[in-house]
């Protein structure tokens, strides 16, 4: 068991000011069988209304709206985690078949294909040793650069030039796991160190009905130090923030994301 | 019975004339251009004796139930899934699955609230569902304003002939609105008059006195809907009968790039603050591969033998499917599930060469992209052409209203082919529309 204090901190900056600016945010660690999350703090400014939810893949969302006029917007959450990797998150079965087809986003190419037909075929194998499998082999074919690729790039497209970020790394795994029609998610959540947001892939073990989660970027099974956002088919379903305004010209956006263990 | 057709005829030109200036249009995109143009309207009237209606009429109703039990349980429980009564892979990988949806219960339960079954009637006289529409299907402002016209220009006509109103649309919209209305008024929001079926969006606000709004007309203020008038004033929406798509409709939770949506609307629907009509995600039904499993959803949802019968249809996903796809293709009609309006349908007869082994080979490598369908042969039906009544393939839309109960408006709409053996009777691809008379007796 380890505990972990944790803020994330998000400011959008605008060139010139914008006003009517609705937003969707999806940054907000929930507690689940893996993960007890306490002394939660979130500010997020400006807003005149906001209200919570929880989306479809039960991730808690907090939407709103900031009338007047501003040129910055910023949000800023803290609270400390405490996570038993021992444990796996229950899932629920009557929502699994949809993590089983591909997505937009995970989508496979002709280049996933070919990738996928140098494995051997799936038998005797779990979902869970199998995706290990896959992804110990795209560790070797694929390599971290950052600035190559972007929020909206493809598995395809990243497998294609070989190299990308955490994204890349969860998402082309997902689509390899999908042409197997393995039920697997996209995971968002913040690791040790300061930066910006990682993110992971669960696969479905039907077994045990629970989802297990591990790190591509990585190639390592998730322990104790990884804290889970908002888990969905893709990197969409995760998106952190979805937000329209009038206005604005350009606008930059900050992310600075700190966990260190907590005494 | 025969019709009064002299006296139809004299008037053909001058209800076109009248419809013109109604402005009874619609518009097309074509290569990136926007043009508007006149919908041809036919003056004879397609019939529908009583009985033969009164059997459409249970078999729409039934039909309509069974489909909206259906949307019901995909969003939640799935059972018809778990049951192996439909395959998932045609819900979860089909365009119409909305994923925000599963699991949101919309007012009063009602997903389906306007839907435009599409039928044609065969030769032999029986009669087959063609397609589910259920999204936004649009069409009855056209023989509602046609029938107006009619009356007027020669009233002799419906004064011998029993014919069911048909003007009455416009009440039941509004009661399927006010139905699932959560307090405040019932608005109807067009994506503006560049949309294909702006006429209609008009028509409807004018003859249901609902408000036409624009998205920037609406705002969600602390969990609630309003409409902001031209005076700036602000009065609280229960329903929105949106004439926008899913993927429009809110760019907080879907397409962050529409200008035409309302930020956060589907929020409040989550939580039952707004009705939208009809219900995002209902496009699951319409899905043409899930067409294949309606009859089964009727028996299965209902414990019932469906009513109205699919035209015969095969999905090539299964084996056996396309193995009798494969050895009867040259007398199938081949369409593409993720096309509408007309477009991605093939008459696998009109294929030769090259063209038809490459067309083989994307249906085998796809298989879940297509349906094939015995081609039926249509009744024929009259239409006025240069002086004389000509034969010409025609379809019926009929709808479908549901409130507590489902309701079949009695009336339709009848869009027929201007060109010789085309089976092709879409709007966006040139045919024109008729009068549907529903006889009361």
Redo the contacts between chains.
């Keep these: 068991m380890s505990r972990l204090h944790y803020s994330y901190h998000m400011q959008l900056s605008f060139e010139s000011p914008v006003k009517e600016h609705?937003?969707?945010l999806r940054c907000f660690p929930s507690s689940d069988e893996r993960q007890k999350i306490s002394g939660e703090h979130i500010k997020i400014f400006p807003a005149h209304?906001s209200?919570s939810?929880r989306?479809?893949?039960g991730n808690m969302c907090i939407?709103g709206?900031a009338l007047q006029t501003h040129s910055r917007f910023s949000v800023d959450v803290s609270g400390t985690a405490e996570i038993n990797a021992l444990f796996n998150v229950k899932a629920d079965t009557?929502?699994i078949?949809?993590f089983?087809?591909?997505t937009k986003l995970t989508t496979a190419g002709a280049n996933i294909r070919a990738f996928h037909r140098t494995f051997p075929p799936l038998s005797y194998m779990t979902f869970y040793e199998r995706a290990v499998f896959m992804m110990e082999r795209l560790f070797e074919e694929f390599y971290y650069m950052p600035g190559k690729t972007g929020v909206f790039t493809t598995a395809e497209e990243a497998f294609s030039l070989g190299c990308g970020v955490c994204q890349d790394y969860a998402q082309i795994l997902l689509t390899l796991c999908r042409i197997d029609r393995i039920p697997c998610r996209y995971v968002t959540g913040m690791i040790p160190g300061e930066g910006a947001t990682h993110a992971w892939t669960e696969i479905y073990s039907p077994e045990s009905s629970e989802w297990i989660a591990i790190d591509p970027t990585h190639n390592r099974k998730c322990d104790g130090t990884y804290i889970k956002i908002s888990s969905g088919?893709d990197s969409q379903?995760c998106a952190i923030n979805?937000?329209?305004f009038t206005g604005g010209g350009r606008q930059s956006q900050e992310i600075k994301v700190i966990v260190a263990e907590a005494f | 019975m025969t019709l009064a057709e002299d006296e139809l005829y004299k008037h053909s030109d001058s209800v076109n004339e009248q419809l013109a200036r109604y402005g009874v249009k619609f518009g097309i995109y074509k290569n990136g251009v926007f043009h508007e143009q006149l919908f041809p309207f036919d003056v004879i009237p397609r019939v529908i004796e009583h009985d033969e209606f009164a059997y459409l009429e249970r078999g729409l109703k039934q039909r309509v139930k069974a489909l909206n039990e259906f949307i019901t349980d995909i969003y939640s429980?799935?059972k018809i899934?778990k049951d192996g009564v439909i395959a998932?892979?045609f819900v979860?990988?089909g365009s119409g699955w909305l994923?925000?949806?599963?699991?949101?219960k919309p007012p009063k339960g009602i997903y389906a609230h306007i839907s435009g079954i599409d039928l044609v009637q065969g030769k032999d006289g029986s009669w087959y569902v063609l397609e589910d529409n259920l999204r936004i299907p649009s069409g009855a402002s056209y023989p509602m304003t046609a029938r107006y016209i009619c009356r007027n220009s020669f009233p002799a006509v419906f004064e011998r002939y029993h014919i069911e109103n048909n003007r009455n649309y416009a009440e039941l919209l509004s009661n399927t609105m006010e139905y699932v209305n959560t307090g405040g008024r019932s608005v109807i929001l067009t994506p503006g008059r560049y949309n294909a079926a702006y006429f209609e969006h008009s028509y409807f606000a004018e003859q249901t006195e609902a408000p036409l709004v624009a998205g920037n007309d609406l705002i969600?203020?602390?969990?609630h809907l309003f409409f902001i008038d031209y005076s700036g004033k602000k009065e609280r929406v229960g329903t929105v009968y949106r004439r926008i798509s899913d993927e429009y409709l809110d760019?907080?939770?879907f397409n962050?790039e529409s200008l035409i949506g309302v930020?956060?609307i589907f929020?409040i629907y989550?939580?039952g603050n707004v009705a939208l009509v009809n219900a995002p995600g209902n496009g699951v039904a319409d899905d043409k591969g899930i067409y294949y499993f309606v009859p089964a959803m009727v028996k299965y949802y209902l414990g019932e033998e469906p009513i109205l019968q699919n035209a015969p249809t095969y999905l090539p996903f299964y084996e056996k499917d396309m193995k009798y796809v494969l050895e009867n293709f040259d007398r199938l009609v081949i369409k593409d599930v993720a096309e509408a309006g007309g477009y991605g349908v093939v008459f696998a007869s009109k294929l030769t060469g090259e063209k038809k082994s490459e067309f083989i080979a994307m249906l085998k490598a796809e298989p879940r992209r297509f349906i094939a369908q015995e081609v039926i042969d249509f009744l024929d039906i009259d239409i006025y052409e240069d002086g004389k009544p000509v034969p010409r393939k025609a379809d019926l839309r009929a709808f479908v209203l549901m409130a507590e109960e489902p309701i079949v408006w009695k009336s339709g709409l009848t869009r027929f082919s201007r060109r010789v053996d085309s089976f092709i009777v879409n709007s966006s691809q040139g045919g024109g529309f008729k009068d549907t008379w529903v006889m009361a007796e």
């Design positions: 609705y937003f969707k209304f209200n939810e989306d479809s893949f939407y709206t009557n929502r078949p949809v089983k087809y591909e088919r379903d979805q937000g329209v | 429980d799935k899934i998932e892979e979860y990988s994923i925000q949806c599963d699991g949101v969600v203020e602390n969990e760019p907080v939770n962050r930020p956060h929020d989550k939580k």
